[in-house]
């Protein structure tokens, strides 16, 4: 049972655009959550993080939106360039207790910016 | 400040055999964790150590074990290999703080044969 949802497995935009990926949780105990970006034969490069605290986090063009009640967050990304394309990870783990510091991912977005 | 670096970055081996996978973390991260990643299952959570202690098991067999060195620096073994044991395996450090993001080194792809 997938406990973290991203439902597009691709996703296409044009070269300036706003691109937005997005991932499901279902576990409530999770409260730490993460973007991470992978190339091919490289590892993943963190992005930008949140914790439960916060509905929203920006760095530089990278801006992540979570809603608790939802159990959903989003990520976008203002505005797209080419080398942004790539896979992207939504990861989670719980702050304290059994499986804090252990990641729980998504299957992954292949975010492809058309020039 | 030198990321995580994992040793080997390939290696191919026979059915049966045991493999030693090494990673070095970043300086001052004493957290170290090892996932794996096969196109069918994506990214999955091995184990995670800290201060060579195991803190963390994810839902592998017993095959699958590691260790961590005074100095932070951490190694996996598997043995006996199956071919389903092919797969990309990342390390990943982080200061052991709430909030603290893993950071992953580039793996070693593992190809059974």
């Known amino acids: 049972d997938q406990q973290v949802k991203q439902n597009s497995p691709s996703l296409s935009v044009q070269e300036g655009r706003i691109s937005i990926l997005n991932c499901d949780y279902t576990n409530s105990m999770f409260d730490y959550f993460l973007w991470y970006k992978k190339y091919p034969a490289e590892g993943p490069t963190f992005l930008i993080s949140i914790s439960s605290i916060k509905d929203k986090n920006e760095d530089g063009r990278f801006t992540v939106f979570l809603n608790k009640s939802a159990k959903h967050l989003s990520l976008h990304i203002v505005p797209s360039q080419p080398g942004d394309s790539a896979v992207y990870f939504c990861?989670?783990?719980?702050?304290?207790?059994?499986?804090?510091?252990?990641?729980?991912f998504g299957k992954g977005t292949k975010l492809s910016v058309i020039p | 400040k030198a990321g995580v670096t994992q040793t080997p970055r390939y290696l191919i081996k026979t059915r049966g055999q045991q493999v030693t996978l090494s990673c070095s973390p970043i300086s001052g991260h004493r957290s170290v964790s090892w996932y794996q990643q096969t196109p069918g299952q994506g990214l999955q959570f091995l184990f995670e150590?800290?201060?060579?202690?195991?803190?963390n098991k994810g839902n592998f067999p017993g095959r699958f074990s590691g260790r961590q060195f005074s100095n932070s620096r951490s190694e996996m073994n598997v043995s006996t290999l199956e071919l389903g044991d092919s797969a990309l395996y990342l390390c990943a450090s982080s200061l052991d703080r709430a909030s603290s993001p893993l950071h992953f080194g580039n793996g070693t792809r593992l190809t059974v044969t």
């Open positions: 990861a989670t783990y719980p702050l304290s207790g059994a499986g804090s510091y252990q990641l729980t």
């Open positions: 150590y800290f201060s060579e202690t195991q803190r």
